[in-house]
């Protein structure tokens, strides 16, 4: 059984079935819409992407996916963004790469380089678990999983914030407060103090080249579900009760569906919800010792896409028809009442298509902490024909918790949605998914030497 149907799930199911054989049985129960956070609101009859937008260039089992499936990469339509303080533009794009440079430089002396290099280093070594994957090692703890790529510093990087890691590398006060501030406030609506490596992961994704999917990122999960032949269930599960069958350990899933409430008997089960009291009221049953309630706390974010004229004069351009910006990030200022907003294109973007002009009326998606009021909105847009407001509890709070959740629950049970812990990204979610299809696989047939190596490094170079 795999319990959720996002990019988690179906990933697991895939990766699950690949490795035991298309003879596995498999069970997806799924209480809200295939695709879980990987949705999409409806304006004037175009889809848009409400979250999970963008994925980065390295992020090689997504674009596996979207090759397996057959999917297409979107095309890109150009545009620039621009850091706002709440007063005025601290940084600003242009079309000119070498004087984008420039004005970095110009801003923050050699700051950004120092930054680039920090952040190619973590994806240098992070890279491996491509390679180690390929080769079927598999790891029981995220510690041990990060172990494996850094050593002792990568697990230290979920323990100290970005901030104080880019301060040691030489990076100023200045290029933190202004850039780094702006970057995690977009993707996690989180200030400078998250972790390290979540921090690298969310800076890779800021200043490599990204992509998403044509027609929308949810069609990987029911692409991967359709591949697979997976038995999806519309249900909520409830909880998780251990029984024992010939030595072996059998999992009662336990749910409740329109019909009524339900269960069945499994022999491995996957959970990729949030075991979080706030998101999910599992209970584990019939454990000894005790499946423990996981610490940490998620963060409230809200998105809303909203069909309107942009205020310009706002940030500062009384003619609407000189804004040049279609992204808006905000430094970490107390009067700012939203994270970052941009002007988005559709799902499907035609070769005809291009972005309305400044003036125009145009679909942006505003990130905030808070749903936004009236005042808000008019102080964001002129005038609007219609706001969709999505609430989310979409990231860990990062400053809440230091440990790291375990992935085995217990022999067969495994926790996958652990791994937001160190990152929360499309690519991070993969990785796990595939990690745990491969341990479940190595611990069923007790292939114990492809588990917890040391030095793998070492082990996959002589293995090729």
Known sequence: ???????????????????????????????AGVGGRLATVTVNKQQYESRGASIHALSLHMQDFVKILGLKHRREVAGKSAIFSGEHFVLEETDWYLLNLFRLWWHYG????????????????????????AHGYAFSSLEELLRSLGGEAFVNMTQRSVAESLLEVGVT????????????????????????????????????????VEGGNKLVCSGLLKLTKA??????????????????????????????????????????????????????????????????????SVTSVVHGYLNSSYFGFPDPKLFPFTSILTTDTPELFFHAMDNICPVNISAAFRRKQPQE?????????????????????RSYYSVQVTEWQTYPRYDANKAL????????????????????????????????????????????????????????????
């Open 1 to 31: 059984a795999v319990v959720g149907a996002g990019l988690g799930g179906s990933a697991a199911a895939y990766f699950l079935q690949q490795h035991f054989g298309p003879q596995v049985q498999l069970d997806v129960y799924e209480a």
């Open 110 to 133: 050699i700051s950004f380089l120092r930054l680039q290099m920090w952040v190619e280093e973590v994806m240098e070594k992070f890279m491996r678990i491509y390679k180690y994957q």
């Open 173 to 212: 006060q200045r290029f933190v407060d202004d850039v780094i501030a702006a970057v995690l406030r977009s993707s996690y609506g989180q200030s400078v103090l998250v972790p390290a490596f979540a921090g690298a992961m969310s800076l890779a994704g800021a200043q490599g080249s990204t992509w998403a």
């Open 231 to 300: 038995n999806v269930i519309s249900a909520r599960v409830t909880g998780i009760s251990l029984h024992s069958s010939e030595g072996r350990a059998l999992y009662q899933v336990h749910y409740e569906s329109t019909e009524g409430q339900g269960s069945a008997f499994y022999d491995l089960v996957v959970v990729t919800t949030p075991l979080h009291p706030s998101r999910s009221n599992f209970t584990f049953d019939n454990f000894d010792p005790p499946i423990a309630d996981l610490p940490g706390a998620f963060q409230p």
């Open 361 to 381: 009326a145009a679909v942006w998606r505003v990130l905030s902490p808070q749903p936004l009021d009236k005042p808000q909105l008019k102080t964001l847009f």
């Open 405 to 464: 959740p375990p992935i085995v629950l217990h022999e067969s049970l495994f926790y996958l949605s652990g791994v937001e812990w160190v990152a929360s990204s499309m690519e991070m979610t993969a990785v796990a998914a595939k990690n745990v299809a491969l341990l479940a696989y190595n611990r069923w047939h007790q292939q114990l030497d492809k588990i917890d190596q040391k030095d793998l490094m070492h082990k996959v170079k002589t293995e090729l």
